[in-house]
């Protein structure tokens, strides 16, 4: 176990499915990823999936590490590889891959209920995502917010897309996945967790835990979230319907482990 996680935060992630750390990530690196993400949005990498319409402005983008260093130091050199061992309890990690997704002011569409592991060519347990706040986040400009326990449903939810972007088509219909509840038209029915974060925070939560976010309602402030995405012992390829496009590795087959130049090995034991 390393100093910034705690036993009862890894019993929290075990049995709530997400947990927020604080003071994670240090203001040099926060100065470097806020300047990374503006390159990304002047001059956005080859997986841009953001829109922009009357109301909503909205910036996302996946796989930054493979061509821009300060991500990929990020990614690779830093704690989150550490702290993602550290709540599977496992001999290595892998690093799945890394998205951005800024809400700019006054972008009000909410980011809608799902979980990600149906999108993701993986089979396995020891999935987690590090959600790192760049922005004092809230309620008011868009936290995200998670369905307690939900990691343990065993259900699959159907993939859908997220809104109007760029180049994103519909995903394909797997007739083992279940379309998901509407949750946010019956919110009591569910124990919502979440919680507000301040910059260098994160939120880490099981690929399987159900989370949605708010949109941003601030008329002055942004939401900028960039999240790495690791996996643990236990995780496979895998092939399905349904599955993210630019997710997806010629160099593996179904059932083989993940290490690859695609989905490198980051941490051992």
């Given at each position: 176990?390393?100093?910034?996680?705690?036993?009862?935060?890894?019993?929290?992630?075990?049995?709530?499915?997400?947990?927020?750390?604080?003071?994670?990530?240090?203001?040099?690196?926060?100065?470097r990823l806020a300047a990374a993400i503006e390159d990304d949005?002047?001059?956005?990498?080859?997986?841009y999936h953001g829109y922009e319409s009357d109301d909503s402005r909205f910036h996302g983008n996946l796989r930054?590490?493979?061509?821009?260093?300060?991500?990929?130091?990020?990614?690779?050199?830093?704690?989150?590889?550490r702290i993602a061992r550290t709540f599977f309890?496992?001999?290595?990690?892998?690093?799945?891959?890394?998205?951005?997704?800024?809400?700019?002011?006054?972008?009000?569409q909410r980011t809608r209920w799902h979980n990600d592991q149906p999108y993701w060519p993986i089979r396995?347990?020891?999935v987690l995502s590090i959600w790192i706040a760049l922005d004092h986040t809230t309620t008011e400009n868009g936290r995200?917010?998670?369905?307690?326990?939900?990691?343990?449903?065993?259900?699959?939810?159907?993939?859908?897309?997220?809104?109007?972007t760029a180049d994103i088509a519909d995903?394909?219909?797997?007739?083992?996945?279940e379309d998901i509840p509407d949750i946010e038209a019956d919110r009591d029915k569910y124990d919502v967790i979440s919680w507000d974060l301040e910059p260098g925070d994160v939120y880490v939560f099981h690929a399987m835990t159900v989370h949605g976010a708010g949109g941003n309602n601030s008329g002055s402030r942004r939401r900028r979230g960039y999240t790495v995405r690791?996996?643990?012992?236990?995780?496979?390829?895998?092939?399905?319907?349904?599955?993210?496009?630019?997710?997806?590795?010629?160099d593996l087959e179904p059932g083989m482990p993940l290490d690859s130049e695609r989905y490198p090995v980051v941490e051992r034991a």
């Amino acid at each position: 176990m390393i100093d910034c996680v705690t036993a009862s935060d890894i019993d929290d992630y075990n049995n709530d499915g997400a947990v927020a750390l604080r003071g994670i990530v240090n203001a040099g690196d926060l100065q470097r990823l806020a300047a990374a993400i503006e390159d990304d949005i002047k001059n956005p990498g080859p997986f841009y999936h953001g829109y922009e319409s009357d109301d909503s402005r909205f910036h996302g983008n996946l796989r930054l590490w493979e061509t821009h260093d300060t991500f990929r130091d990020i990614c690779v050199n830093s704690e989150f590889p550490r702290i993602a061992r550290t709540f599977f309890d496992s001999q290595k990690v892998n690093l799945l891959y890394d998205q951005l997704f800024v809400k700019e002011a006054a972008m009000g569409q909410r980011t809608r209920w799902h979980n990600d592991q149906p999108y993701w060519p993986i089979r396995g347990w020891q999935v987690l995502s590090i959600w790192i706040a760049l922005d004092h986040t809230t309620t008011e400009n868009g936290r995200v917010e998670f369905v307690r326990g939900s990691h343990k449903w065993g259900r699959w939810f159907q993939p859908e897309v997220f809104g109007k972007t760029a180049d994103i088509a519909d995903y394909e219909r797997n007739p083992e996945f279940e379309d998901i509840p509407d949750i946010e038209a019956d919110r009591d029915k569910y124990d919502v967790i979440s919680w507000d974060l301040e910059p260098g925070d994160v939120y880490v939560f099981h690929a399987m835990t159900v989370h949605g976010a708010g949109g941003n309602n601030s008329g002055s402030r942004r939401r900028r979230g960039y999240t790495v995405r690791y996996t643990g012992d236990d995780v496979v390829y895998d092939l399905r319907k349904g599955l993210s496009k630019p997710l997806i590795c010629d160099d593996l087959e179904p059932g083989m482990p993940l290490d690859s130049e695609r989905y490198p090995v980051v941490e051992r034991a």
